[in-house]
């Protein structure tokens, strides 16, 4: 079926209000990848290898467990 065989004349135009109301909504398994970082930061990540990614998560991970280690003492 092609898009000129569907008949969209009973849909509604979008208006200035429809997207005024409406909200973003990110599936969780995208949510995950949505971080904002300064562009130094990630281009200093970048510059480290392929698996930046993975090493941002491991930096991270050892900040979480360093705080832990300071609340508990």
């Not at 909200?23 to 949510?31: D, G, S, V, W, Y």
């Not at 971080?35 to 930046?52: K, M, N, T």
Request: charged content about 25%.
């Amino acid at each position: 079926m092609l898009d000129e065989d569907i008949d969209y004349s009973d849909i509604p135009p979008l208006t200035d209000e429809f997207f005024e109301k409406a909200t973003l909504r990110i599936p969780a398994a995208q949510a995950k990848n949505l971080i904002q970082l300064d562009p130094d930061v990630i281009a200093w990540f970048q510059a480290q290898g392929s698996e930046y990614k993975t090493l941002i998560n491991a930096v991270l991970r050892r900040h979480i467990e360093s705080s832990a280690d300071q609340q508990s003492a």
